[in-house]
């Protein structure tokens, strides 16, 4: 058997040149991860690879970022006085470790700007004197209404299923987030670290199912616990006298903001122990807008109405905010199409009767527009 070189005999067997970074790991230290732990822009070399058991488990890990035919350097061990470097695709490593034992593999960069660490440093250069004269003068305050922005079009883009829609709009909600967080590590608030170090363990607290040793059975039970840790973290920071709803954000959308409440409340019991209850509710308070006297009885009872409405669609599993999205684009669609229809006869939108327009709305509806 090989003995493992050393470190510096390792990287000039490799190959790998004049290089700006390299991660070097044991393979039993990635066993039980999902994604590698490494920039994927830097080279990697994954050492004490001593089984075909860990050879699958490594090739499960790199396939989750890299390409199946992205070319990787391996160190086998063929017998001889020295081992032997072969380039292989990532989708051979497993047959490759069947032929003969691993001694390392080498994972060459993808292209620069495809780790988190040079997003984050293109957007410190940004902000450096030498950068650009707007992103300098960006403050959280001014940058709010682009993030809102931000936000709207990437529902859109999920709303329209085009992967390379999300992915971009992805990147530019990403982008908000990384200037809002450079912009308060240049005033000392907080870092990118400290961002990812609290999510990450605010996850690890509200998944002890996950992470820990506590044992719930099914989506509602998760919900349940959820609640309950989430008020003994307020009781923690001696927020007792904020209620469950409190912490809802008043700039939500009504929808999102109704669904929301009534999810909270539901997740510690308060809530119709049968659909039946919420569909009668709908048909009261349809009802009571039949029998609204005047504007303000009547917006009040629109207004219950919708929440009643938004109750059902929660008890239906449906994304009243989404739902509602993708009847405004269709109409939209079907409206265009009825306004095409005019101009095909030579008249305007008013000129149409109301069955004509009928008439071309159904059309629209036929071809499923």
Same mark, same amino acid.
């Given at each position: 058997?090989?003995? +493992?070189?050393?470190?510096? &005999?390792?990287?000039?067997?490799?190959?790998?040149?004049?290089?700006?970074?390299?991660?070097?790991?044991?393979?039993?230290?990635?066993?039980? #991860?999902?994604?590698?732990?490494?920039?994927?822009?830097?080279?990697?070399?994954?050492?004490?690879?001593?089984?075909?058991?860990?050879? +699958?488990?490594?090739?499960?890990?790199?396939?989750?970022?890299?390409?199946?035919?992205?070319?990787?350097?391996?160190?086998?061990?063929?017998?001889?006085?020295?081992?032997?470097?072969?380039?292989?695709?990532?989708?051979?490593?497993?047959?490759?470790?069947?032929?003969?034992?691993?001694?390392?593999?080498?994972?060459?960069?993808?292209?620069?700007?495809?780790?988190?660490?040079?997003?984050?440093?293109?957007?410190?250069? #940004?902000?450096?004197?030498?950068?650009?004269?707007?992103?300098?003068?960006?403050?959280?305050?001014?940058?709010?209404?682009?993030?809102?922005?931000?936000?709207?079009?990437?529902?859109?883009?999920?709303?329209?299923?085009?992967?390379?829609?999300?992915?971009?709009?992805?990147?530019?909600?990403?982008? /908000?987030?990384?200037?809002?967080?450079?912009?308060?590590?240049?005033?000392?608030?907080?870092?990118?670290?400290?961002?990812? %170090?609290?999510?990450?363990?605010?996850?690890?607290?509200?998944?002890?199912?996950?992470?820990?040793?506590?044992?719930?059975?099914?989506?509602?039970?998760?919900?349940?616990?959820?609640?309950?840790?989430?008020?003994?973290?307020?009781?923690?920071?001696?927020?007792?006298?904020?209620?469950? %709803?409190?912490?809802?954000?008043?700039?939500?959308?009504?929808?999102?903001?109704? /669904?929301?409440? &009534?999810?909270?409340?539901?997740?510690?019991?308060?809530?119709?122990?049968?659909?039946?209850?919420?569909?009668?509710?709908?048909?009261?308070?349809?009802?009571?807008?039949?029998?609204?006297?005047?504007?303000?009885?009547?917006?009040?009872?629109?207004?219950?109405?919708?929440?009643?409405?938004?109750?059902?669609?929660?008890?239906?599993?449906?994304?009243?905010?989404?739902?509602?999205?993708?009847?405004?684009?269709?109409?939209?669609?079907?409206?265009?199409?009825?306004?095409?229809?005019?101009?095909?006869?030579?008249?305007?939108?008013?000129?149409?009767?109301?069955?004509?327009?009928?008439?071309?709305?159904?059309?629209?509806?036929?071809?499923?527009?």
């Amino acid at each position: 058997m090989t003995v +493992l070189p050393k470190i510096d &005999q390792l990287i000039a067997s490799l190959n790998l040149g004049e290089v700006s970074s390299i991660f070097i790991t044991a393979a039993a230290a990635l066993e039980k #991860l999902h994604l590698p732990p490494f920039p994927l822009d830097g080279n990697a070399i994954i050492t004490g690879i001593d089984s075909k058991e860990m050879a +699958l488990a490594l090739k499960g890990i790199l396939s989750a970022a890299y390409p199946s035919d992205h070319q990787i350097n391996v160190l086998v061990d063929g017998g001889q006085e020295q081992p032997e470097l072969r380039k292989i695709p990532l989708k051979e490593l497993t047959v490759q470790a069947e032929e003969y034992p691993l001694i390392a593999i080498c994972i060459p960069p993808l292209p620069q700007g495809t780790s988190f660490e040079s997003f984050q440093e293109i957007v410190a250069h #940004l902000r450096a004197p030498d950068g650009c004269p707007w992103d300098r003068e960006q403050t959280h305050h001014t940058l709010r209404k682009h993030l809102i922005e931000e936000s709207y079009e990437t529902l859109d883009a999920i709303d329209s299923g085009d992967p390379d829609k999300m992915r971009e709009e992805f990147g530019d909600l990403l982008l /908000q987030i990384v200037l809002n967080a450079q912009i308060a590590q240049e005033s000392r608030e907080f870092s990118m670290a400290d961002v990812i %170090l609290g999510i990450h363990d605010k996850i690890v607290r509200r998944h002890p199912h996950v992470f820990g040793e506590v044992v719930i059975s099914g989506v509602g039970n998760v919900l349940q616990n959820w609640e309950k840790i989430k008020a003994d973290e307020r009781e923690s920071k001696g927020d007792t006298g904020k209620g469950l %709803l409190d912490g809802l954000p008043v700039a939500l959308p009504a929808l999102v903001q109704s /669904q929301e409440i &009534q999810n909270r409340a539901a997740r510690v019991g308060f809530d119709w122990p049968e659909i039946e209850g919420v569909l009668d509710k709908v048909k009261e308070e349809i009802e009571e807008v039949r029998d609204a006297t005047d504007k303000v009885e009547l917006e009040g009872e629109v207004g219950d109405l919708l929440f009643a409405l938004v109750n059902l669609a929660r008890w239906k599993g449906v994304d009243a905010e989404a739902a509602l999205r993708d009847t405004n684009r269709k109409f939209k669609k079907r409206f265009a199409y009825v306004e095409s229809g005019a101009r095909d006869l030579g008249r305007r939108l008013p000129e149409l009767s109301l069955e004509e327009m009928e008439s071309f709305w159904q059309a629209a509806k036929k071809m499923e527009i």
